[in-house]
């Protein structure tokens, strides 16, 4: 599916153009931060094995809490699993790739997302 900047979803996309969502966070996050964050590729293709990547890569300590604000990545469920992430561009929307629906932005406050936020986080 191809989408806005030329970006398509790919499942353990982390190359140019082609992205799952935490490629999408990370290739952005080193261009626009300058920071390689470390990696993981999902070992299933399912929400319940990412949830449980997903939580232990986050008690990683190169990552912080942070409140919602440019720069912050957010956490999401999706289907009641924390297995999707998207990149703050201000303190309400945000930018992320679904496979579903390529990159979109969004704010956190719509009804279709403001529930499954499960934190925001800076990777130091």
């Known amino acids: 599916m191809q989408c806005m900047f030329n970006c398509i979803y790919k499942d353990g996309g982390r190359e140019y153009p ?7 966070v990370k290739y952005f996050y080193k261009k626009h931060n300058g920071v390689d964050m470390i990696d993981f590729i999902y070992q299933k293709a399912d929400d319940v094995g990412n949830e449980k990547l997903y939580y232990e890569h986050l008690k990683d300590s190169r990552w912080k809490r942070s409140e919602p604000q440019k720069g912050a990545v957010v956490g999401l469920r999706v ?12 303190k309400t929307d945000f930018i992320h790739i679904m496979k579903s629906s390529g990159v979109r932005i969004n704010k956190i406050t719509h009804p279709q997302w403001k529930n499954r936020v499960v934190g925001f986080y800076k990777y130091a």
Do not use: R
């Open 18 to 24: 082609y992205f799952d969502c935490y490629g999408f």
């Open 79 to 90: 289907n009641g699993y924390i297995s999707h992430i998207g990149l703050m561009l201000n």
